[in-house]
């Protein structure tokens, strides 16, 4: 009997979903003894992936040894008896770290560094919005308001990058890849890490621990969120630690909504305590009708689509597979394994 993976990447977002060029890669890439089943059966790749499995996929994950899908709900991986390796198609991978999957041997990679380049540019074009009051040419735009007082006064809010001391939670594909696209335009970049003996990657000039973080966010007028939720990172930016921000601070959050207090940063943005809130991620996804942030011109809304890159995702997302795949059946290490226990 052929050995199995399972692919169930039919997302309900088209630029998510499984397209036939990679369909045929995944399936000409297969090593020797090897099947490929694909399943048709819609899938959602929002966040870390659904959290309930189509009759398709149940009844595919029965004989498979490798599953490659977003995420993997925990009723799908207790089905999987064969199961020995676990490749999400997300960044993040809470979902799949219940006590099931924690315990077992079973091997689980990631697509963290997918993500990096178009999110990266996400967060740079947010920070550009404030610096360069956008926001504010945005609401004189709707009022037919030609008005130039606001931005050539004594105390303007347009910044130059080179004025920029940013922080950024996450050294991995998604911070790295933020701190050397704002480095590049002048800014000086500081790095939060766990391992903060492993040093600064390009981009940052240094890094720091968690324990730190509050300490330095008064030295900080951009703060990005771009790390998993852990234990460590939920509930990180608080009311108290966004008092702590200058008020030129930028707050950008395209990591998960539960590391960031929304309401008190609501508040903090309608009194013009900050500069402004670029945020892809929510507490509560889609974010509900009645939430202030809706209308505040100091927040900078968009629906978790930072990751979107049409064209480019699907090439980047087969090289790493497939790469990896050749490694788990030689038994080499696998590109982007997860530390099941520290969350990442």
């Given at each position: 009997?052929d050995r ?9 977002a ?17 090593p ?25 996929v ?8 490798a599953?490659?899908?977003y ?6 991986f ?26 077992s041997?079973v091997?689980?990679s ?9 999110m990266?540019e ?6 550009l ?8 040419a945005?609401?004189?735009q709707?009022?037919?308001e030609?008005s ?19 922080l950024?939670v996450g ?8 701190a050397?696209?704002?480095?590049a335009?002048?800014?000086r ?69 539960a590391?960031l ?12 305590r900050?500069r ?11 974010l ?7 209308h505040?011109r ?26 990896n ?7 080499e290490?696998?590109?982007n394994s ?7």
């Open positions: 009997m199995l993976l399972v692919v169930d990447l039919a997302a309900k088209k630029t998510s979903a499984l397209d036939l060029d990679s369909e045929r890669r995944i399936i000409a890439s297969a020797p003894g090897w099947a490929v089943r694909i399943v048709r059966s819609e899938t959602t790749s929002d966040g870390d992936g659904s959290a309930k499995s189509s009759d398709e149940m009844d595919a994950i029965v004989d498979a040894e599953y490659y899908g995420g993997i709900p925990e009723s799908l207790q089905r999987g008896k064969r199961l020995r390796w676990v490749h999400s198609a997300s960044a993040g991978v809470g979902a799949a770290l219940y006590p099931a999957m924690i315990a041997d091997q689980l990631n697509a963290a560094g997918v993500y990096g380049v178009p990266a996400y967060i740079v074009a947010g920070v919005h404030f610096l360069r009051g956008f926001d504010i945005a609401e004189h709707q009022r037919g030609w130039k007082p606001t931005f050539t006064q004594a105390d303007s809010p347009l910044r130059e990058m080179a004025s920029v001391h940013a950024i050294v991995g594909g998604i911070g790295s890849a933020t050397q696209r704002l480095s335009l002048g800014a970049c500081t790095g939060v890490r766990r391992r903060v003996e492993l040093g600064a990657p390009a981009g940052f000039e240094r890094v720091i621990g968690l324990d730190e973080f509050a300490s330095e966010l008064p030295n900080h007028d951009v703060v990005v969120l771009a790390a998993p939720l852990t234990v460590d990172t939920a509930s990180l930016l608080t009311a108290e630690r966004l008092d702590l921000l200058p008020s030129t601070a930028i707050v950008v959050n395209v990591a998960r909504g590391m207090d929304e309401a008190a940063l609501a508040e903090r943005l309608a009194s013009s900050l402004g809130a670029v945020l892809d991620v929510f507490e509560r996804e889609p509900a009708p009645e939430s202030p942030l809706w505040l100091r927040a900078l809304i968009t629906p978790h689509v930072s990751p979107v890159s049409p064209g480019r995702y699907w090439p980047r997302q087969i090289d790493l597979f497939v790469d795949w050749g490694r788990y059946v030689r038994g290490p696998l590109r997860v530390n099941k226990l520290a969350g990442y």
